[in-house]
């Protein structure tokens, strides 16, 4: 017997017709829903997609004050040098004017050398102004130990898909060849860094003074966010220090399984400046995580800056589901002013922006 077509009769036809549209308009919305919202749902799902990279070794980090150099080297495994050892800085410089000036107040007593390299661009190739070389008299006390480099930059046209991370492979190439030209010799530890990984002065002194310390070492930085009132973890690791050879590269990547631990600070999105929040969201190489104009108003800048929340409206960038689920939302203030570093305790007045309770920024 032939089969016979559905026929609907008229009492069902509009409950199901009805049915039909409801499952067209929550799919739809479902279809939108994981549209504008991909990278925060590619993100949530992270833990499934993504492998964290290997383990680290640690070097558990001793340090008191008063306490001597030779002691500290032996609780390290380490035996203490007759001299210390030459130390070079190296950073590549964007807008971090006030994080430099505090870094190098820190340091100066231990580093040989600054070695400071600025562009006219951004990693994505917009025009800028040379900050450091026009605010360099703000660094006269230590323009004695200053080694400056400037490189021509690359200006990115609207139709320019150039990798920003390229550009950022080329600066840090140039930086090779000012490392050089500022003296560095084989034996000299090389501390490579962004300008807001600021290690701390009891971390440099025990790495030129101690002997047998590993050729390449990572630096474990406390990780904060807008100021030292928002610490966020420890989970910063991209500074590191080398005993200077042949083989020596300036790069920002792993380079060692070997990382010593709580070795300085990680100042991220540190600005005086409402203005410069927005130059940096335009000009870091994470430049495409701006996904709405309305990201870069002021007004939203600064209610997300004292509440602790992500600019980017982003969730955080964690490799297992319990991890991310903890540092969903805010981050939890701290008023905790200690252990910080002593320029900036010293000068509160003036960094009062970095401290608990200082949230609100200026207007340029």
């Not at 990278?39 to 383990?55: E, G, H, N, S, V």
């Not at 380079?255 to 870091?284: E, P």
Request: proline fraction near 7%; glycine fraction near 4%; hydrophobic fraction near 40%.
């Amino acid at each position: 017997m032939p089969l016979q077509p559905l026929r609907l009769s008229r009492r069902s036809s509009p409950k199901f017709v009805f049915i039909i549209l409801i499952l067209a308009l929550f799919l739809s919305t479902c279809l939108v829903g994981i549209f504008t919202n991909c990278q925060k749902i590619a993100y949530f799902f992270r833990p499934l997609w993504d492998k964290p990279p290997p383990p680290f070794s640690r070097i558990p980090h001793f340090y008191a004050e008063n306490v001597s150099m030779d002691h500290l080297c032996h609780l390290h495994g380490w035996s203490v040098r007759s001299e210390p050892r030459r130390v070079f800085d190296a950073i590549i410089f964007s807008n971090e004017l006030d994080l430099v000036e505090i870094r190098w107040h820190e340091l100066k007593p231990y580093v040989t050398k600054f070695v400071l390299m600025e562009s006219n661009t951004t990693f994505t190739g917009i025009r800028k102004p040379l900050y450091f070389a026009s605010n360099r008299a703000r660094f006269a006390f230590a323009e004695s130990q200053i080694a400056y480099g400037f490189l021509p930059g690359h200006i990115r046209s609207p139709e320019s898909h150039k990798n920003p991370f390229k550009l950022e492979s080329e600066h840090r190439m140039a930086m090779n060849r000012l490392i050089r030209q500022a003296g560095i010799q084989f034996g000299d530890i090389l501390v490579m860094s962004d300008a807001d990984e600021i290690p701390s002065p009891h971390t440099i002194k025990l790495l030129q003074w101690c002997d047998e310390i590993p050729p390449v070492l990572h630096l474990e930085l406390k990780h904060y966010m807008y100021s030292f009132e928002f610490p966020v973890d420890y989970s910063n690791w991209r500074a590191s220090a080398h005993i200077y050879g042949p083989l020596t590269h300036y790069r920002h990547s792993r380079m060692s399984n070997i990382i010593l631990s709580d070795a300085g600070w990680h100042c991220s999105f540190c600005f005086r400046y409402l203005q410069d929040f927005v130059f940096k969201m335009t000009a870091y190489s994470h430049a495409d995580r701006v996904k709405k104009k309305e990201f870069l108003d002021h007004r939203r800048i600064q209610k997300l800056i004292c509440k602790g929340d992500n600019l980017f409206d982003m969730l955080p960038e964690e490799y297992n589901f319990k991890e991310l689920i903890k540092k969903m939302g805010s981050i939890p203030r701290s008023s905790s002013a200690v252990h910080l570093p002593a320029y900036l305790i010293e000068n509160t007045d003036k960094y009062k922006f970095l401290l608990p309770g200082g949230c609100v920024r200026e207007q340029e």
